[in-house]
Nanobody, 114 residues
Framework: QVQFVESGGGLVQPGGSLRLSCPVS????????MGWYRQAPGKQREFVAS???????KYADSVQGRFRLSRENYNNTMYLTMNNLKPEDTAVYYC????????WGQGTQVTVSS
């Protein structure tokens, strides 16, 4: 199976913002059931956000109110907009299906540091 390709990470100061991207082909039907995950150094991969159906988006408590999962129709891309970033958000971020995930891709590194 083809891996998803994440992009948009970088180095940002605390309080800053980033927007991560994840192309998801096949239209909106394939968008439902997608999620964002992250893995910090020395820790297991953890759930960040997922979209189950229209209007049904879930977030981890640690990012609720700061992160937003969205999709653009014109380019079939899923986004994770991250605001008010904290040092504890530092991790490699991945996108994948919530159920029957594909092999994990390279992810995109997000580093929050002053």
């Amino acid at each position: 199976q083809v891996q998803f390709v994440e992009s948009g990470g970088g180095l940002v100061q605390p309080g800053g913002s980033l927007r991560l991207s994840c192309p998801v082909s096949g239209g909106i039907a394939n968008f439902y059931g997608m999620g964002w995950y992250r893995q910090a150094p020395g820790k297991q991969r953890e759930f960040v956000a997922s979209v189950i159906s229209i209007g049904n988006i879930k977030y981890a408590d640690s990012v609720q109110g700061r992160f937003r999962l969205s999709r653009e129709n014109y380019n079939n891309t899923m986004y994770l907009t991250m605001n008010n970033l904290k040092p504890e958000d530092t991790a490699v971020y991945y996108c994948n299906r919530v159920r029957n995930p594909r092999p994990w891709g390279q992810g995109t590194q997000v580093t929050v540091s002053s």
